[in-house]
């Protein structure tokens, strides 16, 4: 049981009535000074007594939640005493739960910063005694653990723009599932936005209208994506890392992947293989479990290790995520990549830092404005070098910023298969 503040207020003024009564010259018996202040404390520790009688509680939160999303969670509180209960969710570190205090329940929203694994503590709920004299404060329940995926909901945009068309890509025109294989499926009239190439000609001078060539979908490819999770991956890009970025892209690959028909798997590697999922038939979900807890290691990472394990699988579109930061340490990844590329169909896809891009292109205001201009120039500049080094043997490159990269991705993945490279 404790004392609310109205108890405090209470015995202080009850305080007071000595002095009161010697400046006001009307003197007051001390006994019931002293009887008053027993009553308030009496009635008090009724009241506590009173408010130990807790509320049920009941909480609803999702077990799965995306990274950057806001999710609900509800406490609904039951039985006489609810109306004297506020209840308070406490925080985890990396999630904000907004409001965390609600009176007779709450109903907040969860916004996690981090993937991984969580434990929501248990709600505090505090009853005040019918007087507002006492109150009892209970932890309810018991600790509740969750999962905090990637971005799926930008993973699921994406994949839904490019099942219905909508997704457009520098050198393809989409139009949902038709039209962006190689196998020849019908022949269908023009209508505007469609590819000049694909206009058969003889259809169009037989019928005196014109009309273009319409291709399936080749499905049951195969899409792997390979994870680089060593140390370098742990440099931050704004409030995320580099690995989250990767996490994020192989999420809408996978997507994509899956409202295309092809098989999806994944490799994330350190020092060690850590995730080796193989490619399957509607892996989306299969792999966005695989990788939603993955941390980068404090280790360099073995490139040739992971290859390897990828080489000798069925051909396949091969996405490393991974970051290009300078010719020496791109050297062991362009020395493993050519175990890749000699079967596979390769792109390798790096995140760039806006900070470093903007450091570069806006003018300097100060001394230390230019010192900065001229580190974010060196860093380009290798970078471009290591860029370089991996397309000269046989891979592609796909560079952005996180808000923009799973889209480059997905666009060399459309665009290979468009050319039947996969």
């Not at 909901?153 to 723009?161: F, K």
């Amino acid at each position: 049981m404790t004392p609310t503040s109205r108890t405090g207020f209470l015995l202080f003024g009850i305080a007071l009535v000595p002095l009161l009564a010697v400046l006001l010259n009307a003197p007051i018996p001390i006994g019931l000074v002293y009887l008053l202040f027993v009553a308030v404390l009496a009635a008090a520790a009724v009241d506590g007594l009173v408010a130990r009688k807790h509320p049920r509680m009941q909480r609803r939160v999702t077990e799965v939640i995306s990274r950057g999303v806001p999710a609900e969670i509800e406490i609904d509180l039951t039985g006489p005493s609810v109306r004297r209960a506020r209840v308070r969710q406490p925080s985890p570190p990396d999630v904000v739960v907004e409001p965390p205090i609600g009176r007779r329940g709450l109903e907040a929203t969860l916004l996690a910063e981090r993937r991984g694994r969580h434990v929501l503590g248990a709600p505090a709920v505090r009853v005040t005694g019918p007087l507002g004299l006492g109150m009892s404060t209970k932890i309810v329940g018991d600790p509740l653990e969750f999962a905090v995926y990637p971005d799926l909901p930008a993973a699921r945009r994406l994949a839904a723009s490019v099942r219905t068309g909508l997704f457009r890509t520098q050198g393809l025109r989409t139009r949902g599932p038709l039209g962006l294989g190689t196998e020849f499926e019908a022949i269908r009239d023009y209508v505007e936005g469609d590819d000049i190439r694909q206009v058969n000609w003889l259809a169009t001078g037989r019928h005196q209208r014109p009309l273009v060539n319409q291709f399936r979908v080749e499905q049951e490819r195969d899409v792997i994506c390979v994870i680089d999770a060593g140390r370098l991956m742990s440099a931050p890009i704004g409030r995320i890392t580099r690995l989250d970025a990767a996490v994020d892209v192989a999420a809408a690959m996978a997507a994509v992947s899956q409202v295309l028909g092809d098989r999806v798997g994944v490799v994330a590697f350190d020092s060690e293989l850590t995730v080796d999922l193989p490619p399957r038939r509607r892996g989306a979900d299969a792999v966005a479990k695989a990788i939603f807890d993955l941390e980068p290691s404090p280790g360099d990472s073995d490139y040739r290790k992971a290859f390897e394990r990828v080489a000798g699988m069925k051909r396949a579109f091969v996405l490393v995520l991974t970051d290009l930061l300078d010719p020496a340490a791109a050297r062991p990844l362009v020395a493993a990549i050519r175990v890749l590329a000699r079967r596979h169909s390769v792109t390798v896809a790096s995140v760039v830092d806006p900070d470093v891009e903007d450091a570069v292109t806006t003018l300097p205001a100060d001394l230390e404005g230019a010192a900065r201009a001229v580190a974010a120039l060196d860093v380009l500049t290798a970078r471009v070098e290591a860029v370089r080094l991996v397309r000269h043997y046989g891979a592609q490159v796909v560079e952005g910023p996180p808000a923009t990269l799973s889209a480059g991705c997905v666009s060399a993945y459309l665009r290979a298969k468009a050319a039947a490279r996969l």
